[in-house]
C-alpha cells in the first residue's frame, strides 16, 4: 500500500510538471547557435574578449592563440608561460568556439561545454 501511494505521488508531480512547462506563455525556443566571427577586430575589442575569456578560464592573464577572430570562428588561449625553475609544460591551448544566437555573442569552451556569453562584443554569423 505505502508502495502504491509513492509511485502515485511520483505520478501526480510528473503531471503538475508537465502542466507547468505546456501551460505558460508561448515563446519561441532559443535559436541554435551557429559559428560567428567578431565584427571589430581593434585593440579595444580584442581586449574585451581577452578579459572576457580570462575570466572563463580563471586566469587574470592570458595571452590569445594566432587566430584572427574578425575571419575564424574560434579563438584559443595559450597555456601560461612557463616560470623560471619550469623547463617543460604538458598544458595545452584552451579553444572557444565563436557562436551567435539570438543576435548575442557567445564563446563555448569546446572541452567543457560552457557557454560564456560576450556582452558588449559584436559579432556576426560566419559566411
Known sequence: MK??????????AAASLVGCTSSGASSAP?????????????SAALSNLKARLASAVGRAQIELGPEDPTM????????PRLGT???HSLASPTTFDLQISDGKCYAQNRETRNRI?????????VG
Do not use: N, Q, W, Y
Not at 556569453?117 to 554569423?125: A, M, R, T, W
Open 117 to 125: 556569453l560576450l556582452d558588449g562584443i559584436d559579432c556576426k554569423p
Open 30 to 42: 532559443p535559436a541554435d547557435p551557429v559559428p560567428a566571427v567578431l565584427t571589430d577586430g581593434s
Open 72 to 79: 575564424m570562428s574560434f579563438i584559443s588561449v595559450l597555456p
Open 3 to 12: 508502495r502504491l501511494s509513492i509511485f502515485s505521488l511520483i505520478a501526480s
Open 85 to 87: 625553475h619550469e623547463t
